[in-house]
C-alpha cells in the first residue's frame, strides 16, 4: 500500500521551516497584528530567497547476454536554495524516478528497511516519488549546524567502503550506482565544532532506516553468501524485528579531523544498527518433519576507524581503516544453535594515486577485510582481498573523458570491469556511454552478477 505519510511529515517540516522564517523576518505593520503566511509579500519573499537548480537524467542498460531491457531510468532532481537570516540556508532536493523497464525493483518496492520518516512514494510500480534531502545549514557561535534529511560521507575509498557506513545503500544496482546517488539520506542532526586547529563532528540520527536490499527476481538479488535450505525442507521467515523508538532506535557518531605534519587525519567513532538484518535460524523438528523458522533482527554494533592522506608531489597515499566490534555473520552449520557467528572484523583499504601525467589520472587501491574468528560453515572466507584500478583521462579541453575502472576479488578471481566515456556537449549537457562486465564463478562477490553483464547509455541535463 502506498505510504503518504512520510511525505505529509516531511512537508510539515519544510513549510513550518518557511513560515517561520518569512514570519521572523516580516517587517511589523502598526496597529495590526501581521500573519506571514496570509501577508501579500509572503510569496514575494519566496520567490526572492529562492534558487532552483537540478538535473534531469535519461539512462537505459541492455544485458548482454540476452538483450534484455534492464534499465529505462528516467530521473528529475530539482534543487530548491533558500537563503534565510543570520546566515542560514534551507536546501530540499525531492527525486523523481520513472523505469518502466521495472527489473531492477521489480513490482512495488519492499520498504520495510525505512522508518516511517524515510519511505516513497509509489505510484504504480514504475514510478517514485521521494524526498531525497531536505536540511537547514547554521551557525551557533562557533558550531556549524546541519539538521535534517542528509548524507554524512566518511572516508574516500573508491567502488568499496570501509568507512561510509553512517548512511545505508540502495542496492538496486548492486555497487554500480554512483555513492552519491545510491545513499541513502537520513534525519540527521550534525554538529562540526572548532577545537583549535582541528575540528569535531558530532551525530545524532534518529532515523532507523537500513539497506535497500534487492527483492527476489530483481537483476541484482543477492545470492553468494546467502544461507540456503536443503531441498524439500519448508522455511518461514518472519517480519523484521525493527529498532525500537525513536530514542532507542537512534545512531550515534564522532568524528575528529585535524592536519598534523602535512598529514589530513581523522577519528571515527559510530554507534549503529547494522544495515544489514542477521538471520537467526531454528530447526524445528516434529512429526511432520523438519521445517527452519528465520527471524530476521537489526543488531548493534560499535565502528572505530580513521584515515589518512598527504601529497608528496604528484603522489597522494591514502588510507582508512575500521574495526568492528560485534558483527554477527550467518553460518551454514546445522549443529550451530542460531545459524549466526558473533565476531569482530577489521578492515582496511590503503591506495595511491597518481598525477605526473598531463591530464591523466591513475589510482590503485588494496582492501583488505578480517574476520577475528573462522568458525565451521562461515559463509565468507575469514580473510578476503580485493584489488581496484582506476584510470581517467581527459581531452579535448576536459570536455571528453575517457575511464577505465577494476576492481577484482583476489580470493574467488572474480570481479567488474567498466570502461566508460562522458561527453560534455554543453555546459549543462552530458553523453555518457559504458559497460559493466562481470566476470568469476557464481560464488564470488561480482561473479554472481554474470548474467548482468550490460552496456549502459546516458543523457544528463542540468538546469
Do not use: C
Not at 47 to 63: M, N, P, Q, Y
Not at 128 to 147: G, S, W
Not at 322 to 344: E, F, N, Q
Not at 392 to 398: A, E, K, V
Request: aromatic share 12%; charged share 25%; net charge negative.
Amino acid at each position: 500500500m502506498t505510504d503518504y505519510r512520510s511525505f505529509a511529515r516531511a512537508s510539515v517540516v519544510v513549510f513550518a521551516l518557511l513560515l517561520a522564517h518569512f514570519a521572523w523576518s516580516a517587517e511589523p505593520v502598526a496597529g495590526a497584528q501581521t500573519d506571514a503566511a496570509t501577508s501579500p509579500r509572503f510569496f514575494d519573499r519566496l520567490r526572492e530567497d529562492l534558487h532552483v537548480s537540478g538535473t534531469l537524467g535519461i539512462e537505459s542498460a541492455i544485458e548482454l547476454r540476452d538483450g534484455d531491457l534492464q534499465k529505462f531510468e528516467v530521473l528529475l532532481e530539482p534543487k530548491f536554495e533558500w537563503s534565510l537570516p543570520r546566515d542560514t540556508e534551507l536546501t530540499v532536493i525531492p527525486r523523481l524516478r520513472w523505469d518502466p523497464a521495472d527489473e531492477l525493483a521489480p513490482g512495488q518496492l519492499s520498504q520495510d528497511s525505512s522508518s516511517a520518516y524515510n519511505r516513497s512514494l509509489e505510484i504504480g510500480d514504475t514510478l517514485e516519488l521521494e524526498l531525497r534531502e531536505a536540511y537547514v545549514q547554521t551557525a551557533v557561535r562557533d558550531t556549524h549546524l546541519t539538521i535534517g534529511k542528509q548524507q554524512v560521507v566518511w572516508g574516500e575509498a573508491d567502488g568499496l567502503k570501509v568507512l561510509d557506513v553512517v548512511n545505508p545503500q540502495d542496492f538496486r544496482e548492486f555497487i554500480l550506482d554512483d555513492f552519491d546517488d545510491s545513499r541513502i539520506p537520513l534525519w540527521t542532526v550534525k554538529a562540526e565544532i572548532p577545537i583549535k586547529t582541528a575540528t569535531l563532528q558530532l551525530l545524532w540520527i534518529p532515523d532507523p532506516t537500513h539497506h535497500r536490499i534487492p527483492q527476489a527476481g530483481a537483476a541484482y538479488e543477492f545470492v553468494s553468501n546467502v544461507p540456503q535450505a536443503p531441498p524439500g525442507v519448508p522455511v518461514t521467515v518472519d517480519d523484521v524485528d525493527r529498532p525500537g523508538n525513536f530514542i532507542t532506535g537512534s545512531d550515534v557518531g564522532a568524528q575528529l579531523s585535524a592536519m598534523w605534519g602535512g598529514w589530513d587525519l581523522t577519528l571515527n567513532y559510530l554507534y549503529q544498527y547494522d544495515d544489514i538484518p542477521v538471520l537467526y535460524r531454528t530447526i524445528n523438528s516434529g512429526p511432520s518433519g523438519v521445517s527452519i523458522d528465520v527471524e530476521p533482527t537489526y543488531e548493534r554494533t560499535h565502528l572505530l576507524g580513521g584515515s589518512f592522506s598527504n601529497a608528496f608531489g604528484d603522489l597522494t597515499l591514502r588510507g582508512e581503516f575500521a574495526y568492528k566490534i560485534d558483527k554477527r555473520y550467518s553460518v551454514d552449520d546445522a549443529t550451530d544453535p542460531d545459524g549466526v557467528a558473533t565476531l569482530d572484523e577489521a578492515g582496511y583499504v590503503v591506495g595511491l594515486d597518481w598525477f605526473g601525467f598531463s591530464e591523466t589520472f591513475l589510482s590503485a587501491q588494496f582492501f583488505q577485510s578480517v574476520l577475528t574468528e573462522g568458525p565451521s560453515g562461515l559463509l565468507r572466507d575469514q580473510v578476503e582481498n580485493y584489488l581496484t584500478f582506476l584510470v581517467q583521462r581527459d581531452l579535448l579541453n576536459d570536455a571528453l573523458v575517457v575511464s577505465g575502472v577494476w576492481i577484482h576479488n583476489i580470493n574467488h578471481g572474480d570481479g567488474v570491469v567498466r570502461p566508460a566515456i562522458k561527453y560534455e556537449v554543453r555546459d549543462n549537457i552530458e553523453l555518457s556511454a559504458g559497460v559493466d562486465w562481470f566476470y568469476g564463478t557464481d560464488r564470488g562477490l561480482f561473479g554472481q552478477y554474470g548474467h548482468a553483464t550490460r552496456i549502459v547509455l546516458g543523457m544528463k541535463v542540468g538546469f
